[in-house]
């Protein structure tokens, strides 16, 4: 008998992002944001293509000017995977960047001054095949709204974005996500189960502005693994005050640890203790580091003495426990395999296995 938590996830609306489904079941997408110049195209390449690298699936990049929905053309057209324009209130953004082959416009229909504006988007969007995300913000919500609710509140988020659906509908357009971040965590986590609970469009995770490496990966996770885990999210944003690349290792280790994907390598280490026959901490970070390119999923368990050592290889893919008779145990696929001898460089000898099984 083994155990198995199943998380059942809402069924939502299909929509697409260029040839990326998102929504009604798909896995869940993993998205960043560059950070370079977009109106510098080669520079804003190279960081797709290293974001791509690290598994981002759709990359969304601001268009804050004409010469970053210039720049779009090159972007869109070189861009491995399906770019997002990101618009804030200058609608002709919107309109040139799905012109240029922006595939998804980040874009809220309520704010953008009038409905014509909105009806000269969603034409832009329709004539080129460009699906649309609402992104409201706690930080940027309407003038009216924090009139009538006095402060960014859950009820405020939700009348936010069904505002912006219900234009979008009126258009006749229905290609589209919502996202209702907040850097407050129990705001983002209320807003997002109000809009669950109100629609059936695919909903883009994020706790917006969560802070840094540290804080911010503990914001995420409670925030997003608490919606993730209840079935709601179809795509996910985990923002930190890092480089767009070092991120998405984030966003995959929450959705590696709800079992919701499976990507590249899962390591499962002990925090070291007195009885450690082999320094861990340093052990893992080189494995680690030399691991992080791989997109096959490998389980490797590392622990520093056989007390767990032997329990936790026995449901990994590479297993090694701590040397207890001169010995460290080394198990492959749960069984054991062979054995080396204390003083040998574990993480040298961890990290070649990996690498073979990742060529078979
Ligand atoms: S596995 Fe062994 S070395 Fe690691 S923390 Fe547990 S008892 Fe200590």
């Given at each position: 008998m083994s155990f198995e938590y199943k998380i059942n996830r809402k069924k939502t609306r299909e929509i697409s992002v260029g040839d990326v489904k998102i929504g009604a079941g798909n896995p869940i997408v993993v998205q960043t944001m560059t950070n370079?110049?977009?109106?510098?195209a080669k520079a804003t390449l190279e960081q797709i293509e290293r974001c791509v690298k690290a598994g981002a699936e759709v990359i969304r990049v601001s268009v804050p000017d004409k010469e970053s929905t210039d720049a779009m053309r090159e972007i869109s057209k070189n861009s491995p995977v399906p770019i997002i324009a990101d618009v804030h209130f200058h609608y002709k953004r919107g309109i040139e960047a799905a012109q240029n082959g922006a595939k998804c416009l980040r874009i809220n229909p309520g704010t953008i001054g009038s409905i014509d504006r909105a009806k000269e988007v969603v034409k832009a969007a329709k004539d080129n095949g460009c699906s649309i995300r609402i992104g409201v913000n706690a930080g940027s919500l309407e003038e009216k709204l924090l009139e009538k609710y006095q402060e960014p509140c859950p009820d405020a988020l939700l009348e936010s974005a069904m505002e912006s659906v219900k234009i979008l509908e009126d258009l006749d357009f229905y290609q589209t996500k919502i996202s209702v971040k907040a850097s407050d965590v129990m705001l983002a986590i209320k807003s997002y189960e109000l809009l669950s609970a109100a629609c059936d469009y695919p909903l883009h995770l994020g706790i917006t502005?969560?802070?840094?490496?540290n804080i911010g990966t503990v914001r995420s996770s409670i925030g997003l693994g608490h919606l993730l885990m209840q079935g709601i999210g179809d795509t996910m944003r985990v923002s930190l005050s890092i480089s767009p690349e070092e991120e998405i290792a984030v966003a995959y280790d929450i959705l590696k640890s709800l079992k919701l994907r499976n990507r590249g390598v899962n390591i499962i280490s002990c925090p070291s203790c007195?009885?450690?026959?082999?320094d861990v901490c340093k052990t893992i970070a080189k494995i680690e580091a030399a691991t992080?390119?791989?997109?096959k999923p490998i389980s490797i368990s590392v622990l520093g003495c056989v007390v767990n050592g032997i329990g936790e290889a026995k449901h990994t893919n590479i297993g090694i426990t701590g040397a207890g008779s001169g010995q460290h145990l080394v198990y492959i696929n749960g069984k054991p395999d062979h054995k080396i001898p204390a003083g040998s460089d574990v993480a040298d000898h961890v990290i070649k296995l990996a690498l073979e099984m990742d060529n078979e």
């Open positions: 370079t110049l977009t109106s510098d502005e969560a802070g840094t490496r007195a009885r450690q026959q082999f992080a390119h791989i997109v």
